[in-house]
Every structure is written in structure tokens, then in C-alpha cells.
């Protein structure tokens, strides 16, 4: 149970003073006992039960039940971990939503890190689990917003038995997690279960004590769960909420939303379901449950769907802003674009975020589509630019920053990699909008096409197969989106016409091989049969070459002119095309006649392989007219082609040193060799040490040190392999293959460019080592110039911090120490001045307490404090409640800063027992000043976005608190 005592400290509400407590590991440990260290005196309760194997015991922490006011989804995954943590769970990290297993494009469930353990293929570590998983489904995107419990991102909470406990257990657990737990009537509680699984019934109806009119045998597709087409499988049994028991129990329907919420799913897994869907028995029983924490939260919280629980909602008020629209008087339509906005920005973040980039295959395609659903949804809510006055901006990093900022209790890497996610946002959605743009015009007028044609042969309207194809193809539309805009207007699509083009242009694609056939509207041709591009860059940086095609905005072109983009395709190049992680070489294309100046150049910024073997040389005109069947003079910048070069042969020899390292194990699972640096992505478990980092960088600079000449040769494939050549990552490699070898170090499969010798590599240093997926590390270094600039630059940062300090170098980490010391100091004595200033400020006040009631009983003082920060209001507040006797109510305002409101009401017993409840009173309040807030029914504190209108939520709080005290009081 080590590691425990930070979760069950920090994960609850703050306890009222005198009974905080302090959770530590005992060194002598006795059958997983930990000791509890006391503080202040208060007498714990304990919570001890058995999980065969594994015993522990901890403090139950003040829970919501001790404070209903503060139902918060964060304090619901740490209770429902901390439940089983003290059955002998082992409390394991969320796996990333990219997945190890190859039968899933995302994960979907919290058991599938678990998979391997199930199907017996690895041991397991421990007997049971616990986890709060991070998962992503897609399967019913169209329900977002529209029900009140789909999501595409959701968490999983999960408890997992692997051959421990089983199935009365599981039934056991679960029930008193709902019930005593997390409070939940019993009565309001129904079952079901498999229609054979007889166990599960008695279970439930005679152990449990459930009326066996609330639990229902339902069939397959409810009650047999299996992970994917193929896994573990078995049947289950799910607990449903109850909102309207009132309705009884004939006739009930467990599949009625309006009713019923299925929250906590117990799979009782027994089988293995194989390709032929057949099922074979597991090894050993298991246990894999998932509590949707977002369904228990809306059920907790009372909200009437999951997108208004605090784990989504703070998103949907930002849209809210951003679109200038009020969520709460919104009609149906654009609260459900903003339901679908607050559910789609969770799954982008943390897709990005655990290493999905955009794209139009596979997860990337997920991750692009979720982002063009929420790009249009903005655009259909009226959402212009940035929202910080930037028109042209982009709205998605803006959203983003809420979902970071909720993102801690989740994935706390997430913030870490905030600003690549953002960039990544603005560079998707700015791209889309263009698309957008052009898309839209041409689909209004499909679709005006498909309602007038309707309209005059009386048929229903349709959009044609091949406009949807035209979309999608040449303005790269998303056919989803077309889909969804026809749908709003009446029109269906026909999917039979789609597929159909989509098909054809396959097959014309896989007929193309290295030949090439670029039709244009007009139906001349870009190029007929282009042959492959004859690459000579290896041995020379520099020949003459023959103008074949040139293409200016994807159009063919005899001539292009000064100034204008031009992708120019040449019979033979010295010119490296971007492949391999290599990104692809600079230079010049020259035209000269004569010995005299060029009479015009070309400046190649990019060169990628395409249909093939071709390579594109893609630049701007920037002198005189370039034609096609000219010759030119090929010239490849030579100083960007060996920083290139240094790059690439410094990344095999990284990859030698962390299979010397850290094990053999380890394999490539991406690269990027630029000019400026290289990026390495490997597979591995875990951060590497900062002392393994350093033996990965005295090794590579040794072997740079040794001046080892390269050989590179080509051979047959079979051969370079049995050699022990390595493979580069996503490579496809035919018969012959290019193998770079360092003697002694590596030996490996490539066509990149690469140094003669190590010495030319000069130095290498890696400047950053991260996590970008579960199980992918990515280090970044620099090599060549690009490590004499790095190690130039940090000395010039050193000397002028170490000037301004006025210390030595090796001075500098005690002189930063003890400035960051001091700093606290300050810090701490500036809180605790402004807390007496407050204090001071209270006493002022004090005499302007009313009297309310029959007998002037109750005291009640109202007040702004002016610009008091929320910390020193809170002081205040105590010391009022302290200097009137009780029963008294105290309501204080400030405003703390621009565009910031803070609001704290504090109420003695002798108010509360009267009904009224501090945490309630101050969030309606709160609500005045654009805010919210809660807390305990004696003492709340809340915020708000605008001052202006705290003169007039204090004036309608101190009218609120009269009246009900007068009420009271008489």
C-alpha cells in the first residue's frame, strides 16, 4: 500500500480543523499494514476486509458524506480507488488511449492494459487492480449531445480480479460501493443479469437482497461483454440508477434513458472469444468492472446529463463565452453544439496528448475528425477568431486551456504538453477553415441542386454519390460532415454512389504503379508516363538536369515566372527527398546561357517523394522565367546537407547506445533528422535516468571521438538481415536494400544521407528525453553545428545569469536556492500581512451587523471588502464569525483584480440549523458575478469574472438572508 498516503491526503475536501490526518508507510511492514500517524488528536475510523493474498488497512478519509455539499468528480474517482485500495488492490496508473494491442485502434475499455494477463499469455503481478482508464469511443458520435449520457471521451473506474476473487465478490464490493460508499438508495437500484447466469441472480436477490423485480435476465447484446472481435469475454451484470421509481415496477425498461443509467458493469470473465467466435475457457476466472465516472457524477451531483457534472461543464461554459451565448436559456439545438464541443475538446486534448497526430489514417483520422466536427459546431454557434480579439485566430487552444487546466487529476503529463497540443489545435483548425470555406459554398449549392430537382419530380431529396465524392476528393470535405449538413436540411446521401467512386478511384490508383496520369478539369495532362526520378545525390551535390513538368497550384504549367510557387520534376537530381525521417534537402536550380550570370534561379525549400519514385523539387521562382525541357544546373546547399548528414548518423549511433543501455529490447518507433537537430522514438516502459542519459552521450561521443570510417554497400535483403542489419521504422524495403554500417557500433537498413567518418559529427548532446505514448519515449538531440550553437548558447544564458547574480558558475545552484527561499519568505509574510489587514478591515465593519428576528436574534452582516484577495477574505470571515456571537451569518465580497470576483459566506451552527446552508447560499450568489462556488454548510467560498455586478449580488445576498432569518426567527 505504499504510495497511498498522498492520494487519501489530497484527494478529499478540506476536513474542519482538528481532524486532518497524516497517512505514512510503516518500515516495518506487517502483511501490508501501514501505520497512521494521528494529527491533532482525533481518533480514526478504519475500514478492514480481506482480498485472498493481500490485507491492508487505511484511514477513511472525511468524505462527501461528511460534507454533502462537496460532490466533487475528482473526490468520486479518488473514493472509488481508495475503496479498493483498502480490499488489497493495487491502485495502477491509466494506460494510454493508444494501445498496445493490435486488435484495437484506441482504447476503449479499462481492462485492455489487462488483456495479455487474461488471455494468460503474461503473469500476473499482482492479484488485483484497481484504475481510473482514460477511454475513447467513436462508435456513437452521432449521440453526442442529443442523449444525455454518450461521450466519445470518458473514464473508465475499474476494479480487476486476475484469478483471485470472483464473482460473489465482485457483486458484494460493488453494492457496498454504491450503497455505503457513495450513498446511493438501495431502493433506487436495479440489476441485470445474463439470461442463463443463475449464480449472478441467486446472488444478487438472496445474498444482496435486491427484489427480484428489479433484476432482469437480458440477452446477448446487453449482458455478454467481449473487449473487441476477438479477448476475453464473458457474461456481466450492471447496476442502473433509478431517477423515476415513482413510475414502479411493471413494464420497466431498463433501456429507457429517460429513466434508467446503466453505471457500473461487472464482467465476470470466463472465455476467450477466437477469430472464429468460438470460446474457449481462460485459464483462471477473472473480474474486469468499469463505473462510468461521469454517469456516478451526474447522478451525485443531480444534474440532468453528464456534460453538466464539473468533469465537462467548465468546457461548455467556456464555448458559452467564447460564442456569447448563455447556456442556460440556450434552446435545445445549441445546447447540444456545445454539449458536443465540451465532449470532442476532451477527446482531441488527450488523443494529442498521448501522441495521435492528425491525419486522414487510422487513429489520426479519429483525432482530425473529432477536431472538423468542433471547428463547424464553433463556426454553427457563431464563434469568430480567438475570442481575444483576433478575428483570423483560432478558438480551439483557447477551449483547450479549460481542459488542461481540468486535466490534473487525470493525466498531469497533460499540462506538460499544453503547448505542443495548442500549437497542434490552431495549426488543424486554421488549415480546416480554408476547407471549410470552399467546401461549404460548393455543398449549399449540391444540396439547393438535390431540394429543387426533388421538389419538381415529387421524390425525396438526395444528394448524388459522386458530389459527395467530389467533396470529399477534391476539396477534401469530410464526408461525415457532408452527411451531417444534408441530414440538418432534409437531404439524404446516397452511400451506394459514394462507395462507388471511392472504389474506382482505388483501383485506378493501384494501376498507376510508376507511371503518371495527372487529369485536370480541362482534360490536358500534368505529365504522360513520368519515369522515376534518377537520384544521384549519394556520390554528388550537384549535375545538370532536364526540366520535365512544372506545377504551379496543382496545375500544369510550360512556364512559370518570377515570384510565383512552382513544383518542378526533373529527370535525374542530386536533390535528397524527404523519407526515412530525413526531411528533404535546400539549394538552387539555376537556367544559364553561356558563361554569363543565370538568367533564372529557382530556390528549393522542400523535395518529397511522390506517385512512386518521382521526386518534387518544391520551391519559388526567384529570378527570370523557368519553361519545361529547359536544362538546369542542380545545386544542393551543402553546408544544410551535412547538418543533415551529422544528424542522421548520430541517430544510429543513438539507437547502438540505448540498446547498450538500456536493454536490446528496445526498437525504433519513429525519427526525424533535421538540419537543426534529430528526434529519436523508441519503445520503453519508463523515463530514462539522468545517469543513463550521460552514458548514452559518453558512448556516442566516444565512437565520435574514434573516427570509424562508414561503409555502405547494397545487398540482397535476406543477406543484410542475416548480417543483423536493423530495419528503419515504417520503412518498406524491396529486394535490394542500402545498408549503413558504423564497424563495431551499428549496422543498419537506410537510404539516407550520412557522414564519411564520425569525426565529422564533431559533439553530440540530447537536450530533452519525454514520454509522447504509453510505452514510446522521445529523445531529442543535436549534433554537428547544431551542438556547437547549443553548447554556444547556453554558455552566453550561464555568463549573464551568473553576471546578474554576480556568482561563479559553481555557485549559481546555491545562490538560485537561496533566492527561491527567500522568495517563499516574502511570499509567506506578504500572505500574513494582508490576512491582519484584513482582519483589520473586519473589526471596522463588525459594528454594522443587523439584527434579525423576533427576539434580534440573529446577526447578519454583509459587506465588500474592496480589492482583499480570497485567501485574506477568508481570514476576515473567520474573524467575524468568531467576534459575533452565534447565531450570526457573515457575507464578504472583494474584488481582487481585473475581471475577478471573490465571494465567502460564513454561517455559526445556529444559522445552519435553521436550513440554511453556506455552500448553497454563496454559489447562487456567485452566479450574479458570472461565477460559482460552494463549499460547507458553514463556511463556502466562491468567484466570479465580473465586478460590476458585485455591488448588486451583495445587495440580493443580504436581502435573501433577512428574509429567511425573519422568517425563521418568527
Known amino acids: 500500500m505504499e504510495g497511498l498516503a498522498v492520494p487519501v491526503a489530497q484527494s478529499f475536501p478540506k476536513p474542519k480543523v482538528g481532524v486532518a490526518a497524516i497517512l505514512t508507510p510503516c518500515n516495518n511492514r506487517n502483511n501490508g499494514f501501514v501505520s497512521l500517524k494521528p494529527h491533532r488528536g482525533r481518533a480514526f475510523r478504519f475500514r478492514t476486509s480481506l482480498c485472498s493474498q493481500a490485507k491492508a488497512q487505511v484511514a477513511a478519509p472525511v468524505t462527501e458524506k461528511d460534507n454533502p455539499n462537496c460532490v466533487s468528480g475528482n473526490s468520486i474517482r479518488q473514493r472509488f480507488l481508495n475503496f479498493y485500495a483498502s480490499r488489497g488492490h493495487k491502485l495502477l496508473p491509466s494506460a494510454s488511449l493508444v494501445p498496445d494491442d493490435p486488435t484495437v485502434l484506441l482504447t476503449i475499455a479499462g481492462m485492455l492494459q489487462f488483456k495479455p494477463i487474461f488471455l494468460g499469455k503474461v503473469p500476473r503481478q499482482v492479484p488485483c487492480a484497481a484504475t481510473a482508464q482514460r477511454c475513447i469511443r467513436t462508435n456513437d458520435i452521432h449521440n453526442v449531445g442529443l442523449t444525455a449520457r454518450h461521450q466519445t471521451f470518458f473514464e473508465m473506474l475499474g476494479n480487476f480480479s486476475f484469478g483471485d476473487y470472483f464473482k460473489r465478490q465482485a457483486i458484494l464490493w460493488a453494492w457496498e460501493l454504491s450503497t455505503a460508499e457513495f450513498g446511493l438508495p438501495p431502493d433506487r437500484l436495479w440489476v441485470s443479469v445474463y439470461e442463463d447466469d443463475d449464480e449472478a441472480f441467486q446472488l444478487w436477490s438472496q445474498e444482496v437482497g435486491v427484489p427480484v423485480q428489479r433484476i432482469k435476465r437480458l440477452g446477448e447484446e446487453d449482458n455478454f461483454w467481449t473487449s473487441g472481435v476477438t479477448g476475453p469475454c464473458g457474461p456481466c451484470s450492471e447496476i442502473y440508477y433509478d431517477f423515476h421509481p415513482e413510475r414502479g415496477y411493471v413494464d420497466a425498461d431498463l433501456n429507457d434513458d429517460t429513466r434508467f443509467i446503466e453505471f457500473y458493469n461487472l464482467v465476470f470473465m470466463q472465455y476467450n472469444k477466437k477469430d472464429d467466435g468460438s470460446l474457449e475457457p481462460l485459464k483462471q476466472k477473472n473480474i474486469d468492472t468499469g463505473l462510468g465516472l461521469e454517469r456516478m457524477a451526474r447522478i451525485l451531483q443531480k444534474v440532468p446529463n453528464n456534460y453538466e457534472t464539473d468533469l465537462i461543464f467548465p468546457i461548455i461554459e467556456k464555448a458559452s463565452k467564447l460564442a456569447n451565448v448563455s447556456y442556460g436559456i440556450a434552446d435545445d439545438q445549441t445546447k447540444r453544439n456545445l454539449k458536443i464541443i465540451g465532449d470532442h475538446m476532451r477527446a482531441i486534448v488527450f488523443l494529442i496528448s498521448d501522441g495521435v497526430v492528425p491525419s486522414n489514417v487510422g487513429r489520426g483520422y479519429v483525432v482530425r475528425r473529432l477536431i472538423r466536427r468542433v471547428v463547424r459546431t464553433g463556426r454553427l454557434l457563431g464563434i469568430k477568431g480567438d475570442g481575444r480579439g483576433d478575428l483570423e485566430g483560432a478558438f480551439l487552444p483557447i477551449i483547450a486551456e479549460k481542459v488542461v487546466e481540468l486535466s490534473t487529476h487525470i493525466d498531469a503529463d497533460v ?185 533564372a534561379v529557382v530556390e528549393v525549400l522542400d523535395v518529397q517523394k511522390s506517385l512512386g519514385n518521382i521526386f518534387v523539387h518544391k520551391g519559388t521562382v526567384q529570378k527570370g522565367v523557368v519553361e519545361v525541357g529547359k536544362e538546369v544546373e542542380a545545386a544542393v546547399d551543402v553546408k544544410l546537407r551535412q547538418r543533415a548528414k551529422v544528424h542522421h548518423t548520430a541517430t544510429h549511433l543513438l539507437q547502438a547506445a540505448l540498446k547498450k543501455v538500456i536493454g536490446q529490447e528496445t526498437s525504433q518507433a519513429g525519427s526525424l533528422v533535421a538540419f537543426d537537430r534529430l528526434r529519436f522514438d523508441f519503445n520503453f516502459h519508463r523515463p530514462l535516468r539522468d545517469s543513463e542519459l550521460a552514458e548514452i552521450e559518453v558512448l556516442i561521443n566516444g565512437w565520435i571521438e574514434d573516427a570509424t570510417l562508414l561503409r555502405t554497400k547494397v545487398m540482397p535483403l535476406a543477406d543484410a538481415k542475416s548480417a543483423g542489419a536493423i530495419a528503419m521504422f515504417g520503412e518498406k524495403y524491396g529486394e535490394e536494400v542500402r545498408v549503413v554500417e558504423v564497424p563495431g557500433v551499428s549496422m543498419e537498413l537506410c537510404g539516407g544521407t550520412h557522414v564519411s567518418n564520425t569525426s565529422e559529427i564533431r559533439g553530440f548532446k540530447i537536450i530533452s528525453e519525454q514520454g509522447i505514448a504509453s510505452g514510446i519515449r522521445r529523445i531529442e538531440a543535436v549534433a554537428g553545428d547544431a551542438f556547437i550553437e547549443y553548447i554556444s548558447a547556453r554558455d552566453f544564458y550561464l555568463k549573464q545569469l551568473c553576471s546578474t547574480l554576480k556568482v561563479k558558475p559553481e555557485e549559481l545552484t546555491t545562490r538560485i536556492e537561496n533566492l527561491l527561499e527567500e522568495l517563499r519568505e516574502a511570499r509567506n509574510e506578504n500572505s500574513a500581512v494582508r490576512a491582519k489587514a484584513a482582519i483589520y478591515k473586519a473589526s471596522v465593519i463588525a ?96 468567484g466570479g469574472r465580473n465586478p460590476e455586478n458585485l455591488a448588486s449580488a451583495l445587495d440580493k445576498a443580504r436581502s435573501e438572508l433577512l428574509a429567511k432569518l425573519c422568517e425563521k426567527g418568527n
Open 415 to 599: 499540462k506538460n504538453k499544453a503547448p505542443r497540443i495548442f500549437e497542434e489545435l490552431k495549426r488543424e483548425e486554421l488549415r480546416f477553415v480554408q476547407t471549410l470555406e470552399r467546401g461549404e459554398k460548393l455543398l449549399e449549392e449540391k444540396l439547393a441542386d438535390a431540394i429543387s430537382s426533388a421538389e419538381r419530380n415529387g421524390t425525396v431529396p438526395c444528394l448524388a454519390g459522386e458530389d459527395v465524392f467530389l467533396l470529399y476528393d477534391t476539396y477534401g470535405y469530410p464526408m461525415e460532415i457532408t452527411k451531417e449538413v444534408a441530414e440538418e436540411r432534409g437531404v439524404s446521401i446516397d452511400m451506394v454512389g459514394f462507395d462507388i467512386e471511392m472504389e474506382r478511384q482505388r483501383r485506378q490508383s493501384q494501376a498507376a504503379h510508376n507511371t503518371v496520369k495527372l487529369d485536370i478539369a480541362n482534360g490536358d495532362n500534368i505529365a504522360e508516363d513520368v519515369p522515376d526520378t534518377e537520384f544521384i545525390g549519394y556520390d554528388s551535390l550537384h549535375c545538370k538536369a532536364m526540366i520535365e513538368s512544372l506545377i504551379v497550384n496543382g496545375n500544369p504549367a510550360v512556364q512559370v515566372s518570377e515570384g510565383s510557387n512552382v513544383e518542378v520534376l526533373l529527370n535525374k537530381t542530386p536533390f535528397y527527398a524527404e523519407s526515412g525521417g530525413q526531411i528533404g534537402d535546400h539549394g538552387f536550380l539555376y537556367i544559364s546561357e553561356g558563361e554569363n550570370q543565370p538568367i
Open 847 to 942: 459594528n454594522k451587523a443587523l439584527l434579525v428576528g423576533n427576539s434580534k436574534q440573529f446577526r447578519v452582516l454583509v459587506e465588500c471588502l474592496d480589492d482583499v484577495d480570497a485567501e485574506s477574505l477568508k481570514s476576515a470571515a473567520e474573524y467575524l464569525l468568531e467576534t459575533l456571537t452565534d447565531p450570526a451569518a457573515v457575507v464578504l465580497g472583494s474584488c481582487p483584480g481585473e475581471g475577478k470576483v471573490s465571494l465567502v459566506a460564513a454561517f455559526t451552527a445556529g444559522v445552519v440549523d435553521q436550513g440554511i446552508q453556506a455552500g448553497k447560499f454563496i454559489g447562487k450568489i456567485a452566479k450574479l458575478c458570472g461565477g460559482g462556488g460552494g463549499g460547507r454548510p458553514n463556511f463556502a467560498q466562491a
